[in-house]
């Protein structure tokens, strides 16, 4: 079975016994860990190859999740580029509602879910809403942000059987220290670029100091491929429900 066809599946399985969607943390970096040069400028890390897989991952997944940080640094579409490929919904997390309204999201025929909290400008809801964004307000977690449990528990009774996160860094690490990815799949480019890192801090794992490698977040079942000159590698995250 291949790649896209085992995450159907498998997000079939996790909905049936978890009521949330099966989240997958993907997303490409150099082989020093880094996603971009810096923080809020955009980077093509990945080659062609891979964009194409990622593309297709896309396709299969009912959403597409990624941070206000990333929608204001790179403006994307999380459209689906793939020849006859399916768009996913898109979804953004942004906790004081600072989502830009020339967002070239907007202009998607899915327009996009902006999860947030109660403390936003109405009168700029509004005039997301006139423009076909849906924005839901949830509990915020303990710094302020969109509580990622609140948002899995929103998206599972929404029907979302899948969630493909692709970043940006905050959003990644705290998916990551939260341990609320299922599975990843991680392109790496063979290259250095000595910038801003995937996972931001260690301590959010609750490591003991000095750390114990018996408690590190650990990727099983992996699987990789090389897709021109990228590996890609992917597995599981959390243990499959019984
Ligand atoms: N190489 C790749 O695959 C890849 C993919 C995506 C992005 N990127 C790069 O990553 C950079 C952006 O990363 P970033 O860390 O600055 O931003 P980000 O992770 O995209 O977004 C972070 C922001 O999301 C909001 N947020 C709301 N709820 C959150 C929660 N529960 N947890 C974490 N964040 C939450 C916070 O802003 P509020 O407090 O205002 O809500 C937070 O600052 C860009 O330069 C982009 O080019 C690279």
């Given at each position: 079975?291949?790649?896209?066809?085992?995450?159907?599946?498998?997000?079939?399985?996790?909905?049936?016994?978890?009521?949330?969607?099966?989240?997958?943390?993907?997303?490409?970096?150099?082989?020093?860990?880094?996603?971009?040069?810096?923080?809020?400028?955009?980077?093509?890390?990945?080659?062609?190859?891979?964009?194409?897989?990622?593309?297709?991952?896309?396709?299969?997944?009912?959403?597409?999740?990624?941070?206000?940080?990333?929608?204001?640094?790179?403006?994307?579409?999380?459209?689906?580029?793939?020849?006859?490929?399916r768009d996913p919904q898109p979804v953004v997390l942004d906790s004081q509602l600072r989502f830009p309204l020339?967002?070239?999201?907007?202009?998607?025929?899915?327009?996009?879910?902006?999860?947030?909290?109660?403390?936003?400008?109405?009168?700029?809801?509004?005039?997301?809403?006139?423009?076909?964004?849906?924005?839901?307000?949830?509990?915020?977690?303990?710094?302020?942000?969109?509580?990622?449990?609140?948002?899995?528990?929103?998206?599972?009774?929404?029907?979302?059987?899948?969630?493909?996160?692709?970043?940006?860094?905050?959003?990644?690490?705290?998916?990551?220290?939260?341990?609320?990815?299922?599975?990843?799949?991680?392109?790496?480019?063979?290259?250095?670029?000595?910038?801003?890192?995937?996972?931001?801090?260690?301590?959010?794992?609750?490591?003991?100091?000095?750390?114990?490698?018996?408690?590190?977040?650990?990727?099983?079942?992996?699987?990789?491929?090389?897709?021109?000159?990228?590996?890609?590698?992917?597995?599981?995250?959390?243990?499959?429900?019984?």
């Amino acid at each position: 079975m291949d790649l896209a066809s085992e995450i159907v599946e498998r997000a079939n399985e996790h909905f049936l016994c978890s009521q949330k969607p099966l989240v997958t943390l993907t997303y490409a970096q150099s082989l020093d860990g880094s996603i971009t040069a810096w923080r809020g400028i955009p980077l093509a890390i990945s080659g062609a190859e891979s964009y194409v897989l990622t593309h297709g991952l896309r396709g299969v997944h009912d959403c597409i999740l990624v941070g206000i940080g990333t929608v204001l640094a790179d403006n994307p579409r999380l459209t689906c580029r793939k020849e006859n490929g399916r768009d996913p919904q898109p979804v953004v997390l942004d906790s004081q509602l600072r989502f830009p309204l020339d967002a070239a999201m907007l202009d998607n025929t899915l327009k996009p879910w902006i999860f947030t909290t109660d403390h936003i400008d109405q009168e700029k809801r509004k005039l997301l809403e006139d423009m076909g964004a849906r924005v839901i307000p949830l509990e915020a977690d303990a710094h302020g942000r969109v509580s990622l449990e609140a948002l899995l528990d929103c998206l599972g009774s929404m029907g979302v059987k899948s969630v493909m996160v692709e970043g940006g860094a905050r959003i990644i690490t705290n998916f990551l220290s939260h341990r609320l990815a299922d599975q990843l799949v991680l392109t790496v480019a063979p290259i250095f670029v000595g910038g801003l890192q995937a996972f931001e801090s260690r301590q959010l794992l609750e490591q003991t100091d000095p750390p114990d490698p018996n408690k590190f977040l650990r990727l099983a079942d992996m699987k990789f491929a090389q897709y021109g000159d990228d590996l890609v590698l992917w597995g599981q995250l959390a243990p499959e429900c019984v």
